[in-house]
């Protein structure tokens, strides 16, 4: 779907381009193209190399989404005929990377679900900063009493070997 967005990007900047009055400012209708360009690859480059979404993705979409409202509000003050085809294609372009951005949210990985591992590891931007990780285990905890085998594990950089080696290094520094 982030390919046809980015196609439809390139459409809009060839329409704003050939419609010389479609647009005060062009450079965001260059820029756009560009910017899904990078998202696309960001994306290709996160989920082979990593178990969790993309930081940057998820704070980008949500920031375009905003600033694609402000532009059509800007946008539609204005007399728009001639260039409703504008402002149409351009929302043609969201609508399209909506789904990227949805599919992002989702966990890449859920399916280990035993204390093996941290579920940190796997937890995307907002679910850290929600504390949502933590829902399955809050939700045991109010069923029955939660016991240390019910705790995650910890993430390897929070385990006590891996701590005393650092305290270690920073005892040998000074």
Known sequence: MLALAIVASCFNLFVVLSLKQAASVVWPYILEPLALLACWKLTQLNHHR???????L???WPTYIVALAIWSRSFLQHDVSGRLFVFLSKWAVELFALPTYLL??????DSDKDNTESPLITANVYSVWSFAWLTPLMQKGSKQFITEDDLPALLPRDESEKLGQDLQSALEKQ
């Open 50 to 56: 990593t178990r969790s979404s993309s930081t940057i």
């Open 58 to 60: 998820l704070l980008f």
């Open 104 to 109: 992002e949210c989702i966990s890449p990985d």
